[in-house]
């Protein structure tokens, strides 16, 4: 099999839905000739043209009201958010609208649409280009959310994302779209969504995370391998709906769960895992469930220096785990 990029996985699901399936477009910022601020929709303009890979105004409200009102009318539009941080004027499209409409008509209409986001810190980009926003849209019943984590996962998972038949957020880590590479299978292939991955076996306790964090994760269980410790990591892929299945068979086998997101912690969506197994799996843990997540300011800084402060990274994942294992 292939590897590549991150980035470019994600591109090559675009360009194969946008193949198969003449009612999907692409709507966004800059996502034609230039192909993208990240480069994700490079070669598809040319490829497809202007009516199937849209550049809109920079307005997000609108960017997400017309691929809403494409999906109605029998699209399968994809809206690009050039950075996770500028969803928030689409909050009510996506809230109110995308996520209610199936609900509201008893079934009758559905809104078959995804919404890509680079989310995340890392790059220094400073306070409005580094946010996690996935806590704010994983209580919304009506949605689903999405984060991959490697090459073949994003792919599989986008191209799922694509054929569902309601509305899916789906975010991408921006600091590994070119630092993550993986092999990808050829041809046409999904990954379900809903389902999360053991991406690495281990007795001794469970990590669970998702994108950025969940690369960093193996990186921190390889390193504590060396000194006895083997942990279970959990990629959660999509974190609603969230596999619960396999969050309670890790625990039941590890005793002990680390859970780890670049999110604050206050709110985060780590809070939702640990209060799910508290009251489903209390009687399997053999020492209260830890979090590691970013901390309780408004985003990520700029400096570099501050940045890693913010950013949870292999070296205080494997820190943690090492605390925790030693209980």
């Known amino acids: 099999m292939p590897e590549i990029t991150l980035i470019e996985a994600i591109r090559q699901a675009m360009d194969e839905e946008l193949a198969r399936d003449e009612r999907v477009v692409i709507i966004g910022e800059d996502v034609g000739k230039r192909g993208g601020v990240f480069r994700a929709t490079q070669g598809l303009y040319e490829k497809y043209g202007p009516q199937r890979v849209i550049d809109s105004p920079l307005a997000e409200l609108s960017i997400v009201g017309v691929g809403i009102g494409a999906a109605l009318y029998g699209m399968r539009p994809i809206c690009e958010i050039q950075f996770a941080d500028f969803i928030y004027p689409a909050f009510n499209q996506i809230v109110n609208e995308a996520a209610k409409m199936c609900y509201r008509s008893n079934g009758e209409w559905t809104v078959p649409m995804v919404i890509r986001a680079p989310y995340g810190g890392g790059i220094g980009g400073g306070l409005y280009h580094s946010q996690s926003v996935e806590a704010f849209f994983a ?92 942990t279970e990591i959990i990629d959660l892929r999509t974190l609603l709906p969230f596999d619960k299945e396999t969050l309670l068979q890790s625990v039941k086998k590890t005793g002990k769960v680390l859970i780890v997101h670049e999110d604050n912690l206050t709110g985060g969506y780590g809070a939702e895992i640990a209060a799910f197994l508290a009251e489903h799996a209390f009687t399997d843990l053999d020492a209260p469930i830890r979090r590691l997540a970013g901390p309780d300011v408004p985003a990520v800084p700029f400096s570099h220096p501050m940045q890693d402060w913010f950013m949870p990274n292999a070296e205080k994942i494997a820190t943690a785990i090492r605390e925790l294992a030693a209980f």
């Open 139 to 230: 209580h919304v019943p009506g949605l689903k959310v999405v984060i991959p984590s490697n090459p073949a996962d994003a792919k599989g998972l986008l191209k799922s994302a694509v054929r569902d038949p309601n509305p899916v957020l789906f975010f991408e880590p921006k600091k590994g779209y070119r630092l993550i590479r993986g092999e990808v299978p050829e041809g046409d292939y999904t990954v379900p969504l809903g389902k999360a991955k053991i991406s690495r076996q281990g007795a001794d306790l469970t990590v669970v995370s998702y994108g950025m964090t969940h690369y960093y994760a193996l990186k921190a269980a390889q390193v504590v391998a060396a000194e006895g410790i083997e």
